[in-house]
């Protein structure tokens, strides 16, 4: 399996622009989580899905922010319009949700700068 | 709200020496507690931790748990400079359909 895979990997974007970002996971997981990582805040919880379904957005910064997972394989995070603060690492995450001793696993991120 | 502090933020440390870091959780109905390291890139598996007491290694690695006290350790001996990285802690919550909450990281850099 090659893994959770996001994409673009970098992204560069003027502010008021739309931006999606995709992720893929390991292929199996029922749990898929969005990260944002900055200097200031860390690591922190954005969204999560449990069997494609959002189980807890209470993360999400505002109304620009929105993800969608429409089928097991496939989810976006698109922030519409963008900001230059919301310029972060976006990390998506897939676990085997309901199995025991098993871990999450990170995609490489989506780097994003917003101008 | 579920919550969890790392401690140290940072330390710089030689190589040889042993590095310890903390984590400390609360978490509405436990599953486990997670250790990552994460160097310029995404965070990479380093333990699961389930029950109390249990030392998990990993060649100089270890870790533990008291699900008493809520908190957790990471120790590193005889560190090398590519222990340099961010650590990270985070906590299963089975309440919460096992979502994982994250600690702020504890930066090490390993001098050589």
């Known amino acids: 399996d090659a893994g959770v895979i996001q994409s673009p990997r970098h992204e560069v974007t003027e502010m008021g622009q739309e931006v999606t970002l995709r992720c893929k996971p390991i292929s199996g997981h029922n749990s898929l989580f969005w990260y944002r990582q900055t200097m200031m805040r860390g690591l922190e919880l954005l969204i999560y899905f449990n069997n494609n379904v959002p189980i807890d957005d209470s993360g999400m910064p505002e109304d620009r922010f929105s993800a969608k997972m429409p089928n097991a394989s496939f989810s976006t995070l698109k922030i519409q319009p963008s900001e230059p603060r919301d310029s972060a690492v976006y990390f998506c995450a897939s676990s085997p949700t309901g199995a025991i001793n098993t871990e999450a696993f990170f995609g490489q991120g989506t780097r994003l700068t917003v101008v | 709200e579920d919550k969890v502090v790392q401690s140290p933020l940072s330390l710089v440390v030689h190589e040889g020496d042993t590095v310890t870091l903390n984590c400390s959780y609360e978490?509405?109905?436990?599953?486990?507690l997670l250790w990552y390291k994460q160097e310029k890139k995404a965070p990479t598996f380093l333990f699961m931790l389930?029950?109390?007491?249990i030392e998990k290694k990993s060649g100089r690695l270890s870790s533990i748990l008291d699900k008493k006290e809520l908190f957790s350790i990471l120790n590193i001996t005889a560190t090398q400079t590519g222990d340099s990285a961010v650590y990270l802690c985070?906590?299963?919550?089975?309440?919460?359909?096992?979502?994982?909450?994250f600690g702020g990281g504890t930066r090490v850099l390993v001098k050589p």
């Open positions: 389930t029950s109390s007491g």
């Open positions: 978490v509405t109905n436990f599953r486990s």
């Open positions: 985070a906590v299963e919550d089975k309440a919460a359909g096992n979502k994982l909450t």
